[in-house]
Each structure stands twice: as C-alpha cells, then as structure tokens.
C-alpha cells in the first residue's frame, strides 16, 4: 500500500471519528447519525404538598412528621401469634422465594452486561488440512518442493491465545450495564413490594380470623338464648298461654341461629387453610391465635407524614422509579448503535504444518487487527429499536406517574375509613347495648302477656345482627389501619 493510499484511509477514518464524536451528544436533532427526533418525557410530581385531611395536633404542633411507615411491622403488630405467623411466611411463601430467583437473575445480567465491555481472550487449538489441485498456484508449489524434505506441506496447526474487543467509546456497553443495574434494584423493590403486600396480607386475614372466631361466639351465646326461649314458649304452651304458631317461630329462628353457626365455621376452616397457604405451611392443626381480645384492639389514627414520604417508602414507586432510569440507559445505548463501532482483534501463538516444527521460534505468529463500522443497510432495525426503546420509556414513565397518584389516593381513602369506622363502630356498639336491655324488657312482658312473641323474636334477631355487625366493623377497622399502614409504604422494614 503506497504512501498516498495510507494517507486517504487515515483521512476516511479521523472524519467518521470526527463525525461520530461531534454529533453522538445530539440526542434531540436530525443527524446522519441521529435520523430521528425524541424527546425525553420527564416524570411529574403532581400531589399536593399535604394531604387533605384533617391534621391530627401532632402534625399541627410540627409541621410535618415522620410517616407511620418507617415502623418496622415487628413493631407495629404486637400480637406474637401473628408476628411468629409472618416470619414462618417469609421464610416460606413460595411467591416470594419466585422474587428472590427473579433478583438472582438480575444480578446474574448485570455481571454478563460488566463483561461485554471487556476485552474477551481465548485460547485456540486447531488444525488444517488442504489438499490443492495441481492446477493452481498451491498446487504447482507443492509439485515444486515435492522432492525436498518438506512433502506437500498441506498440513497445519494453530496453537495460541486470541484477543477481540470491542472498545466502549461511546459508553453503549456501559450503559447498557447501567440499564441492567436499574432492572436489578426494581427487582429488589419488587421484593421489598411483595414483603409488605405478604405482611399487610397476612395481618389482615389474621384479624379476619379473629372476628369469625368472635362472631361465632356471639352466635353460641344467642343460641344458648333462643333455646331457653323456645323451651319458655313450649312450656308457656303446657300452660294454654301461648299457641303453636309461637312455638314453630321461635323454633324456626332457633335453627336459623344455628345454619350460620355452621357457615361461620366453614368461613373459620378457609380462612385458616389461607393463612396457612400464604405462610407455606402444610399442618392440619389449628392456628394459635387469641381471639378473646379481638374486640379489644385499639385502633388509633396513624401519622401519616406528608406525600413526599411516599418516594422513600412506598417499594412499588421506588421500583417505577428504577424502572425509569433503566428505560433511560437502555434508549441511550440502543441510539449508540447508529454511531461508529471500534473494533480489535489480536493473536498469538505457533503455527506450523509439522508437529515437531509447532515451537520452533520460527513458529511463532502475531497479528493484530482494528477496524470501524457504521451502519448502513441495517440502520432500519436500529431505527426501529430506539422507537421500541423511546416508546418503553414514555410507558415507565406513565407508569410511574400513575402508581404515585395511586398511592396518594390509598392513603387519603383509608385515612378517611378509619374515621368513618371508628364513629361507624361507636353508634353500632351503642345500638347493642340498647338491644340488650330490649331483649330482657320484652321477655319479661311477653312472660306478663304484654308483649306479643312476634316482638320477642324481632328483639332476639335483631341484637344477634347487631352484635354480628359490630363485629364486621370492628374487623374493617383493624383492616383499614393494616391498610393504611401498607399504603403509606410500611411493612417492609
């Protein structure tokens, strides 16, 4: 190659390089590089700066206060039953251990994303043979040589380590890895999600437990009431003081007393084998659990700090949040592959068409080889890839905007339905305790003859509904403070 020829090829290259260097930041402008216009869409923080609820004194006296979430839930349920419950299930819940392969995946892409930027060595072994036609150059020198020592010399072997790397000039690979690594911790925050949805889970159909084992008791107590008066109304009967009609009433609300006695007890059965199905246990015994102190859970407003918190807090943001900064270092390295690709192969080692010439120091070879490639015919896919890529990240981006406005709208529902619960539940146990007395006022005038029974099976129906919905509110309202503690972004710690 002459001197001019040199020259040309070096003109070539330093312009590609000139090119590709000048116009790789250009990321919002029509180039030969860049033939496409995108434009990157920025994540909005569109919540108020406090949550439109009333304050509780606290958060008046201080301004703003640390968010109920960063309570570890160790702490925040005291019940041991229930914490020894969540440990078995985080030992063993099968979706969860799902997550913990999905994390090891992960990793796993981001050491094999750290590795393609690194020069790749091999060590090669191989061998030859070509046997040429006698009518062509090769041929003709074998004929030439073939009564010297060295007889057709068309055997050859390689022996020696190889070099290929593509160097990251542009920081494609390098991004790439960034990409794998923002993946890798929405993985982890996936994770993280999964642990507080578990707890928060877990707790719930806990409490729920624990009020079927409650109503179930107040369904034995009125049993227990019905029958003494059934018997009462029988004997009344004896006594030509009341009549059949009377005594087929009182026994059909006595057997449908106990009809959802039966029910009760088969909502306690699923419930058990769902508490157990989530904590991956496999035992027939029931579950310890001290139901006798359900009624008796304090259930108080928690602090729910400012919206702001929930970036740090909630595992579902924070992974949308990494899934945005991984859309982003994918579309900056897939728009890379429109630019100029450096590329160097090198080799070493022995060569030779005789075994016992394979280490000769004649033998030994070496070469090295660069070259620079731009895209040409291909440049359609490449195209075609940033779109797919811009595309993602737009989604990540929506997405991210739409689970912050979720989570926002969690905490103002269940802030609202703990104070609705909590007078809920106050009316409710008031009209208990009405029915009560109600129900000892008409069995002593339907004794006297001045309340019909009719009366008396209306009183006895309506305290057992009562007492079963203060149950149900009671429940919710343990719910909705295991809820709101979920969806503040606890539950995880």
Not at 144 to 173: M, Q
Not at 297 to 324: C, F, K, W, Y
Request: proline share 4%; no cysteine; hydrophobic share 40%.
């Amino acid at each position: 190659m002459s001197g001019m020829h040199r020259k040309i090829i070096a003109s070539l290259l330093t312009l590609i390089v000139f090119m590709g260097v000048s116009q790789a930041p250009v990321f919002a402008k029509r180039s030969w590089f860049h033939p496409i216009e995108l434009w990157e869409r920025k994540k909005t923080f569109n919540v108020p700066s406090r949550y439109n609820t009333p304050q509780l004194p606290e958060n008046t006296l201080k301004g703003s206060v640390e968010s109920a979430a960063s309570i570890s839930w160790r702490n925040f349920f005291s019940d041991p039953y229930l914490v020894s419950l969540i440990e078995t299930a985080l030992a063993n819940n099968q979706e969860f251990n799902i997550a913990i392969q999905d994390i090891e995946i992960a990793t796993s892409e981001v050491k094999e994303k750290r590795a393609a930027y690194w020069p790749k060595v091999g060590l090669g072994f191989g061998g030859s043979y070509i046997r040429p036609s006698e009518n062509t150059p090769e041929g003709v020198l074998d004929n030439i040589i073939s009564d010297t020592v060295f007889r057709y010399p068309d055997f050859n072997l390689n022996l020696g380590p190889a070099l290929r790397w593509e160097v990251d000039i542009w920081r494609k690979l390098r991004d790439a890895k960034d990409s794998a690594r923002q993946r890798m911790f929405a993985q982890y925050e996936v994770r993280n999600f999964l642990i507080s949805r578990l707890v928060t889970e877990i707790a719930r159909n806990y409490y729920e437990l624990m009020a079927l084992d409650t109503a179930l008791k107040i369904i034995d107590a009125n049993i227990s009431i019905q029958e003494a008066a059934f018997h009462k109304v029988q004997i009344l009967k004896r006594y030509a003081k009341s009549n059949q009609l009377a005594v087929n009433r009182f026994e059909a609300q006595l057997n449908k007393t106990k009809s959802q006695r039966f029910e009760t007890s088969q909502r306690i059965v699923e419930k058990e084998n769902r508490l157990k199905f989530l904590s991956g246990i496999y035992d027939e015994g029931p579950l310890l659990r001290n139901s006798d102190e359900f009624m008796k859970i304090p259930v108080h407003e928690l602090q729910t700090g400012v919206p702001s918190e929930l970036l740090q807090n909630r595992a579902d943001i924070r992974q949308a949040e990494a899934a945005i900064k991984a859309a982003k270092l994918n579309l900056k390295s897939v728009k890379k592959e429109l630019y100029p690709n450096l590329r160097i192969a090198a080799g070493v080692g022995y060569s030779g068409f005789d075994p016992q010439l394979l280490f000769k120091p004649q033998s030994l070879f070496y070469n090295a080889i660069g070259d620079i490639m731009v895209p040409l015919i291909n440049r359609n896919a490449i195209i075609a890839r940033i779109q797919i890529a811009d595309a993602n990240q737009t989604q990540s981006v929506l997405t991210y905007e739409q689970t912050l406005l979720k989570a926002y709208t969690d905490v103002l529902n269940q802030v609202a339905n703990i104070r609705n619960m909590q007078q809920a539940f106050d009316k409710k146990k008031r009209e208990v305790v009405l029915l009560e007395e109600s129900i000892s006022t008409a069995n002593m005038l339907f004794k006297y003859a001045k309340a019909t029974y009719i009366e008396v099976l209306l009183v006895q129906e309506a305290k057992l509904d009562a007492e079963r919905e203060l149950v149900a509110v009671k429940m919710h309202l343990v719910g909705s403070r295991v809820n709101l503690y979920r969806a503040l972004g606890g539950g995880w710690r």
